[in-house]
């Protein structure tokens, strides 16, 4: 009986788990939806505000010979 019990109460809060995933998922497709039917991606920052980034030194360093 007990384990009946704890199995019971276990599925319960699994399935309050996955249905709180749903919900997410759900809102997160809501967004998508949205910013697409609004012309942009969601989370997407302006073009103007980005920086070419300068090329990074690989840190191995030859020699010159001399």
Known sequence: MC???????GMEVE???????????AQKLKEQTQAAARGKKPDQKP????????????????KKSK
Do not use: C, H, L, W
Not at 3 to 9: D, K
């Open 3 to 9: 384990f009946e019990a704890i199995t019971s109460v």
């Open 15 to 25: 399935n309050e788990r996955i249905q709180e995933q749903y919900m997410r998922n």
């Open 47 to 62: 073009q103007a505000d980005k920086k070419p980034e300068a090329p990074k030194p690989s840190g191995v360093q030859k």
